[in-house]
T-cell receptor, first 111, second 114 residues
C-alpha cells in the first residue's frame, strides 16, 4: 500500500530559528516528490518538486532533499518567519499522475 | 506560478439542496483537473479525476451520482454536490495539472450543510 509518513506531527519554534521536517514514503513506482505549504483554510501551494534524479532543490529559505534509495525526504526551513506558520505536506507522485499525500506537519513560529 | 481559482470560497446550504463549485485555471489550459476533500486536521483525499470532454474517474467509495463532475472546457471544471447532507460538510479543493508533473491547487471551498 502506498503511504507517506511525516514527522513530527507538529512543531513549535522561535522566529529566526531553523527547522527540518521529515518525510518517509513507500510509494512505488516513484515519479516525483513534492512539498506543499498549506495555510489554514487555503489550498496547498507548491514549494518544491523533485524527480528521481534530483537530490536537493531550494526555493528561497526552503530547501528540500531527496534520498530515493532510502525513500526519505526532508524540508529545511532557514531563518523562520511568523508567516511560515502553516501545515507542510509531503506528496509523492506515482504512476498516472496519482498523488499520495502525507498527513502534514503543523508548524507554528512564535516570537 | 499558474493560478487556479475556485468559486465560491465558502457556501452554506440546507440539507437536501444541491451546491455547485467551480474550478478555473486562469492562465493555462488544463486537460486534467482533480477534486479533493479535506476534513479538519486531515490530509487531502482525492475524490475524482476530471478529464476535459470525457467522464470523470471516481475514487473508490465516492458516489458518482452524488458528486457530479463536469469538465466542459480546458479551463473550467465544476463539482456539484447533490442532495447535500451535514456529513458532506468539508473543505473541497480542486487542482489543475500543467505539463507532466505540476499540479496547481485552488484556494478551496468551505461547504457547510445545515
Amino acid at each position: 500500500k502506498n503511504q507517506v509518513e511525516q514527522s513530527p506531527q507538529s512543531l513549535i519554534i522561535l522566529e529566526g530559528k531553523n527547522c527540518t521536517l521529515q518525510c518517509n514514503y513507500t510509494v512505488s513506482p516513484f515519479s516525483n516528490l513534492r512539498w506543499y505549504k498549506q495555510d489554514t483554510g487555503r489550498g496547498p501551494v507548491s514549494l518544491t518538486i523533485m524527480t528521481f534524479s534530483e537530490n536537493t532543490k531550494s526555493n528561497g529559505r526552503y530547501t528540500a532533499t531527496l534520498d530515493a534509495d532510502t525513500k526519505q525526504s526532508s524540508l529545511h526551513i532557514t531563518a523562520s518567519q511568523l508567516s511560515d506558520s502553516a501545515s507542510y505536506i509531503c506528496v509523492v507522485g506515482g504512476t498516472a499522475s496519482k498523488l499520495t499525500f502525507g498527513t502534514g506537519t503543523r508548524l507554528q513560529v512564535t516570537l | 506560478g499558474a493560478v487556479v481559482s475556485q468559486h465560491p470560497s465558502r457556501v452554506i446550504c440546507k440539507s437536501g439542496t444541491s451546491v455547485k463549485i467551480e474550478c478555473r485555471s486562469l492562465d493555462f489550459q488544463a486537460t486534467t483537473m482533480f477534486w479533493y476533500r479535506q476534513f479538519p486536521k486531515q490530509s487531502l483525499m482525492l475524490m475524482a479525476t476530471s478529464n476535459e470532454g470525457s467522464k470523470a474517474t471516481y475514487e473508490q467509495g465516492v458516489e458518482k451520482d452524488k458528486f457530479l463532475i463536469n469538465h466542459a472546457s480546458l479551463t473550467l471544471s465544476t463539482l456539484t454536490v447533490t442532495s447535500a447532507h451535514p456529513e458532506d460538510s468539508s473543505f473541497y479543493i480542486c487542482s489543475a495539472r500543467e505539463g507532466i508533473y505540476e499540479q496547481y491547487f485552488g484556494p478551496g471551498t468551505r461547504l457547510t450543510v445545515t
